[in-house]
């Protein structure tokens, strides 16, 4: 279906429920057709509250922190550019003057929106509360004095907030997170309710409700509603006498200014116009369909199944459900129906079956009959080359070059990613282009996509022209002419719909790793391979092949040849690492090996490095060596122990596996030319816990057996703010220091864990041993941690001043540390998860002391030790 750019439209006559895809303006997709789309459409017009500067997307779902709400509480005052001017020193210690939000928390405190916490801090980068955003729009409106007079915070303020309609179909708890949807809900109310203000001072002071909006009074944008009678030369009746950037609602001319326009004509619109500055001219920003005065239709292309287009009868005859409907439904267009073809009037000539696009049917008058058509005709361009200077964009499969030049009067176009406006420049080679034109060339509207997906197409569906591709489905656009084939290989380019508009066969290196612990021709009759695997999900597998195979490139090898071609020169073929694609049957019918070449080739699966005693420096976290390699949080790390065939002693590791300042010998494969690293084989760990791993506060430990019978042990403890019980590897694990010798583990200490991919303890790193509580030290463990010991000498609410051995005080910030508790004067029940309350200032009688663990200088987790 073509790309949505307003929000779902219930027709009021039919029970059909139908989305209207008239181009009023962009939307990111996640909030089309959901309760946020209008405040999120209407507000990033506004440039009050964006999407997602990289993809567009608004994520209505995720929580906002303070200085966002700040912001948009700011731009709804209109005083953004204000803010720009006003970085400097603030009022509060936490916000520093290059902070993102500097100018805006400046304008804001002058305004009296915010105050800050009890102990002067804003915490700009803190998640956001209902209550306070509610407030800081309640002080923006002008209700302040109102809402104190209806309670202490937060009570009055949520008072007022519901009696002037502020809240309205936005719900939720005082004290709990708001998200960045129900903040945008909140601030589109705000937009059009009365404010408030002082009408009397002195001894006589008094606030009354004024004839006043932020909307109009403070951002100086009307909000108009009426039918669009004409659109340039295009009109309902009659001649228009418009230019063509200018558009008639109701009675009242606008011009257009860079509002898409080409889907509008005839519908009823609330709409959000603008007076120009320089111009003086009224300028359309937004418009969009009024909820129940449209009655419209949308039908893709695909589901057309007959146009009938005849001088006693128009109708559009489509599928709703193709596959499972007896006939397609039909639609009856009146005689004398207005025709706009890709945005400019058209004729019923143009009114037609399409390969690609869409027919939109809108019923103006509400009275059953379609009184006009849309007909939008896409072409997918991929983009080969841009030449900026010349506004030229060439296409990979030879369409015509287009041309998209801005001093060209005659052309007017737009460029879009989702929400987001590109320009030419931005475009880049394999972007798919959605491209709707006007017959004369001068209108044009092209969408931007440049998903795609890597793999192998393993089955194909002729009848519904669709293709799957690693067991996914997948469309192929109407105008990609070159065939695909099964087994075809590559990176296919997708288009705004999700369909393949391009293929790029040069890009074939998979990322479905694993190693070749085993491998023979299958006993019995079978005409197959046998492998046993280390996945990288770090399962072990025993797979079957194809009867034929594609080897290093190579297709319909018997298991025999594919064999000798897995082995190549090395003595054995098992004892590697491969990238491998099985069929819908599970049989493994592709097989590639690492081609050996020291610099990054990202469409080749290569063995880039194989070196002894790298060093990992974990502040810049590389692999320091012959050359430097970066270990990401995507890098898939192998620990396959030198010589080691069975596959138990295999593991997969997280990236922070690997301990600072250790050597390792290692295989680098799919190095990027930014030095990423895709996969590691680490042959030698030994390492210790990493420094990033969360503590366990030890409660007790038991004796017990696993599934194979070995004797191990079982640690039960507190980690990330929850009981956990973990298993080890081996026996003797949990173990730590006593003298020379070493003894188990005991309640209270706290500890670092290693484990394995099965998630069983292989080692650990003794933080603090309980029996040295009585001993207050600081120690720095490396560059990037530390953990200290001492007595809290102040409590603030949301941080402490530590002593140790009567030194120096550091404050440390709580944050989002983990808390527990162990109080060693108890006999039941001495390790429990705490909270900042639990945190005091230190008392002879109570003898409370507090372990802290700074990792990064982010305080990670508190114990209070009693």
Do not use: C
Request: hydrophobic share 35%; aromatic share 6%.
């Amino acid at each position: 279906m073509f790309k949505k750019f307003v929000s779902t439209v219930v027709a009021s006559v039919m029970t059909l429920t139908i989305v209207a895809t008239t181009a009023f303006a962009a939307v990111s997709t996640d909030v089309a057709g959901t309760k946020y789309e209008e405040a999120a459409e209407v507000l990033g017009v506004l440039d009050i509250m964006v999407g997602d500067y990289e993809t567009g997307a608004f994520r209505p779902e995720d929580t906002i922190i303070r200085s966002e709400v700040t912001k948009v509480a700011v731009a709804a005052l209109g005083l953004t550019d204000v803010a720009s001017t006003a970085n400097g020193p603030t009022k509060y210690p936490d916000v520093v003057e290059n902070h993102w939000a500097n100018g805006y928390i400046n304008v804001a405190s002058n305004q009296n929106l915010i105050i800050g916490d009890d102990v002067g801090t804003f915490r700009p980068d803190a998640s956001i509360t209902y209550a306070e955003a509610v407030t800081i729009l309640v002080r923006a409106l002008g209700y302040e004095p109102k809402a104190l007079t209806q309670g202490t915070y937060p009570t009055g303020h949520l008072v007022v907030a519901a009696n002037i309609g502020l809240t309205k179909g936005v719900s939720g708890s005082a004290n709990d997170p708001i998200s960045r949807g129900d903040v945008a809900r909140l601030t589109f109310n705000a937009l059009t309710i009365k404010l408030m203000e002082q009408t009397g001072f002195g001894n006589d002071i008094n606030y009354e409700v004024v004839d006043k909006t932020l909307l109009e009074d403070m951002l100086n944008v009307q909000k108009v509603t009426g039918q669009v009678i004409a659109v340039g030369s295009s009109t309902l009746t009659g001649d228009s006498k418009l230019d063509q950037d200018e558009i008639q609602i109701g009675e009242e001319i606008y011009n257009t200014g860079d509002a898409d326009v080409r889907q509008i004509l005839g519908f009823h619109v609330a709409a959000y116009v603008k007076e120009d500055d320089m111009t003086g001219e009224n300028v359309l920003l937004l418009a969009r369909p009024e909820e129940g005065k449209n009655s419209v239709v949308t039908v893709s292309a695909e589901n057309i199944a007959e146009v009938v287009n005849t001088e006693s009868a128009k109708e559009l005859h489509y599928w709703d459900d193709e596959e499972n409907d007896k006939k397609p439904i039909k639609e009856t267009i009146a005689l004398d129906a207005k025709v706009m073809y890709n945005g400019k009037t058209g004729t019923f000539e143009d009114f037609k079956k399409i390969t690609s696009g869409s027919i939109v049917l809108l019923d103006s008058n509400n009275n059953g009959q379609f009184n006009v058509v849309f007909v939008n005709e896409t072409v997918n361009y991929v983009v080969e080359e841009v030449s900026v200077s010349g506004n030229k964009v060439f296409d990979k499969y030879g369409q015509k070059t287009l041309v998209l030049d801005p001093d060209d009067k005659s052309l007017s176009f737009h460029i879009v990613r989702g929400s987001e406006k590109l320009t030419i420049e931005d475009l880049k080679e394999w972007d798919v282009l959605t491209v709707t034109q006007s017959k004369d060339g001068g209108l044009v509207y092209v969408e931007v996509s440049n998903e795609s997906v890597t793999g192998t197409v393993t089955e194909i569906d002729e009848e519904k022209n669709r293709v799957f591709i690693n067991g996914e489905d997948y469309k192929i656009a109407a105008n990609y002419k070159a065939s695909i084939k099964l087994e075809d290989e590559g990176t296919f380019y997708l288009d705004v719909e999700g369909k393949i508009a391009a293929v790029d066969n040069e890009k074939t290196a998979s990322s479905n790793y694993a190693y070749l612990a085993d491998i023979d021709t299958a006993g019995g009759l079978e005409d197959a391979l046998e492998m046993k695997i280390f996945d990288k999900e770090g399962a072990t597998k025993i797979l079957k092949s194809a009867s034929k195979l594609k080897v290093n490139g190579k297709n319909n090898l018997t298991p025999d040849q594919a064999l000798k071609e897995i082995k190549g020169i090395r003595e054995d073929a098992a004892g590697q690492l491969i990238t491998l694609e099985v069929n819908g049957e599970g049989n493994v019918y592709r097989v590639d090996t690492a081609a050996s070449s020291a610099a990054p080739n990202e469409d080749v699966f290569t063995n880039n490095l194989n070196e002894d005693d790298m060093v990992y420096k974990a502040a810049s976290r590389k692999l320091v060596g012959s050359k430097s390699v970066n270990v990401t949080d995507e890098t898939i790390v192998f620990d396959i122990p030198e010589g080691e065939t069975d596959t138990k002693e295999f593991s997969i590791r997280k990236p922070d596996f690997f301990t600072n300042e250790d050597k390792y010998n290692v295989q680098i494969f799919d190095l990027q030319e930014n030095m990423d690293a895709k996969v590691i084989i680490v042959t030698n760990a030994e390492g210790k816990a990493s420094e990033e791993s969360p503590i366990a506060v030890v409660d007790k430990i038991t004796q017990t057996r696993n599934e194979n019978g070995v004797d191990i042990e079982k640690l039960y403890a507190y980690q990330n703010g929850e009981k956990v019980e973990l298993l080890t590897a081996e026996s003797g694990v949990l173990v730590k220091a006593a003298g020379e010798t070493t003894k188990q583990l005991e309640q209270g200490d706290i500890i670092q864990i290693k484990t394995n991919a099965a998630g069983e303890i292989e080692d650990v790193t003794v933080l603090f041993d309980i029996t040295t509580k009585g001993t207050e030290a600081e120690t720095v463990i490396s560059e990037d941690l530390q953990t200290v010991y001492g007595k809290v000498v102040k409590k603030f609410s949301g941080s402490f001043n530590l002593q140790v051995n009567d030194g120096t005080v550091h404050n440390y910030t709580i944050g989002d540390a983990k808390i527990y508790n162990i109080d060693t004067t108890k006999t039941n029940n001495r390790v429990t998860i705490a909270d900042a309350g639990d945190i005091q200032k230190y008392d002879e009688a109570d003898g409370s002391k507090v372990f802290v663990r700074i990792y990064k200088d982010v305080v990670q987790e508190i114990v209070i030790i009693k």
